[in-house]
């Protein structure tokens, strides 16, 4: 079964310094529907405005993730990391007992647009970390590049929950299949241009939750960069 979630019906915050749209409820916004798709929690797409950011505040037992897509993230924690995010990087923090950080954007004429990434970790409890991986145009260019993983496998980054992250890049005949455990459910976020997923359509922001399904089907993309979920039900 598939469900679609349009760019539309997201939830959204204007802040001035910060244009965000919320995949799942979070902060002011809830929707009793749309409270998190397995242990995936949150996927906001944010837009930073030039000069400005999310001064030091806390989190505890989450995996957050973070996708820039333009401009640069600044990040500082009080685990002694300090580094600027950029296209093609992925970070993970893992909040575990408790991590205070800040994320800024520290171009004067820029806007930094990156996705937020929130997932359940499988224990709680676990010692704050942090990693910060890059991955490459050609890495992604037609395939389904794994990012981020509970092992680590094939360069990805370590996340301490049961999922898996996927980013690609589809344009013209550029297609690809991933097989799909039924048991577990799997997640097609568009962050740019358009694709076709399982015969469905999907633009920008927009995204599809499978349930039951033994495969994922990308094509006809255009311009397109997708992340694709594997979770744990």
């Not at 224990?123 to 794994?146: M, W």
């Not at 359509?201 to 694709?228: I, K, N, Y």
Request: glycine share 12%; with cysteine.
């Amino acid at each position: 079964m598939i469900s679609l979630r349009r760019s539309q019906d997201r939830g959204h915050a204007d802040h001035g310094w910060l244009n965000s749209y919320h995949s799942f409820s979070f902060a002011d916004y809830h929707d009793p529907a749309h409270m998190g798709f397995g242990n995936l929690r949150v996927i906001n797409e944010d837009r930073i405005a030039p000069g400005t950011g999310f001064g030091t505040h806390g989190h505890r037992d989450m995996e957050i993730v973070s996708y820039v897509l333009e401009g640069a993230l600044a990040h500082r924690d009080n685990i002694g990391n300090g580094a600027a995010i950029v296209p093609g990087e992925v970070q993970r923090m893992s909040a575990g007992t408790g991590v205070r950080h800040s994320e800024f954007n520290h171009a004067q004429d820029a806007t930094t647009h990156f996705l937020q990434i929130w997932l359940l970790p499988h224990t709680a409890g676990i010692p704050p970390g942090y990693e910060q991986k890059a991955f490459s145009e050609a890495d992604k260019r037609g395939r389904l590049c794994l990012v981020a993983s509970r092992d680590g496998r094939e360069g990805s980054v370590t996340i301490h929950a049961d999922a898996a992250i996927r980013a690609g890049l589809f344009d013209g005949d550029e297609a690809a299949e991933l097989a799909l455990d039924p048991q577990r459910l799997a997640y097609v976020f568009v962050a740019r241009g358009a694709i076709d997923v399982n015969g469905q359509t999907l633009g920008t922001g927009d995204a599809a939750a499978l349930r039951g399904e033994t495969v994922l089907t990308l094509r006809q993309g255009r311009e397109a960069e997708v992340l694709v979920f594997d979770l744990a039900p």
